[in-house]
T-cell receptor
Framework: DTGVSQDPRHKITKRGQNVTFRCDPISEHNRLYWYRQTLGQGPEFLTYFQNEAQLEKSRLLSDRFSAERPKGSFSTLEIQRTEQGDSAMYLCASSYDSGGGNIQYFGAGTRLSVL | GDSVTQMEGPVTLSEEAFLTINCTYTATGYPSLFWYVQYPGEGLQLLLK?????DKGSNKGFEATYRKETTSFHLEKGSVQVSDSAVYFCALSRYSSASKIIFGSGTRLSIRP
């Protein structure tokens, strides 16, 4: 078990460019979550997958954001036409429903800087 | 809507001091409550949890008790160490499983040797 892995760790881009982040969850976990964390704040929920189905999306997830989990394993988060306000840490988490509660395991995150 | 309010930081203490970080929540029903910790350069780690009223979560010398009557989940440790320096997040999840986690804004803790 290598934990939740995110790639890249850092991304610097110019305003208007598209970026894509990848998340590899813990292998037996069927649930995958994306959060966004800005400086000095707690993480905010963006979206959630159970297997390959995207079951919930936050109002924070504008039309420029899209997430996929095509085979129920890894997930990608794409931001189109990036804006400076998109600069944040993007966190991925995964969990497995064993009846013991919603314990989510987090990756180290991808830090996005939009210039 | 559901929310979590926690003590603002930064909090600076000397080694072996007693720690309390206050956390209160607003939610309908009976959410699960968590404390997560974020060490420098690392991802969020679950520190402890409690899933029903009067439950006490504990780990690494830290404790927190789910108080339904005061809607609180304060984090305590009797004797802090330099290695406890980190950012601590109080959080809730409204259902027993599958739901998003709602986090507080975090409290930065620094421990002086």
């Amino acid at each position: 078990d290598t934990g939740v892995s995110q790639d890249p760790r850092h991304k610097i881009t110019k305003r208007g460019q598209n970026v894509t982040f990848r998340c590899d969850p813990i292998s037996e976990h069927n649930r995958l979550y994306w959060y966004r964390q800005t400086l000095g704040q707690g993480p905010e929920f963006l979206t959630y997958f159970q297997n390959e189905a995207q079951l919930e999306k936050s109002r924070l997830l504008s039309d420029r954001f899209s997430a996929e989990r095509p085979k129920g394993s890894f997930s990608t988060l794409e931001i189109q036409r990036t804006e400076q306000g998109d600069s944040a840490m993007y966190l991925c988490a995964s969990s497995y429903d064993s009846g013991g509660g919603n314990i989510q395991y987090f990756g180290a995150g991808t830090r996005l800087s939009v210039l | 809507g559901d929310s979590v309010t926690q003590m603002e930081g930064p909090v600076t203490l000397s080694e072996e001091a007693f720690l309390t970080i206050n956390c209160t929540y607003t939610a309908t029903g009976y959410p699960s409550l968590f404390w997560y910790v974020q060490y420098p350069g690392e991802g969020l780690q679950l520190l402890l949890k409690a899933t029903k009223a009067d439950d006490k979560g504990s780990n690494k010398g830290f404790e927190a008790t789910y108080r339904k009557e005061t809607t609180s989940f304060h984090l305590e440790k009797g004797s802090v160490q330099v290695s406890d320096s980190a950012v601590y997040f109080c959080a809730l999840s409204r259902y027993s499983s599958a739901s998003k986690i709602i986090f507080g804004s975090g409290t930065r803790l620094s421990i002086r040797p």
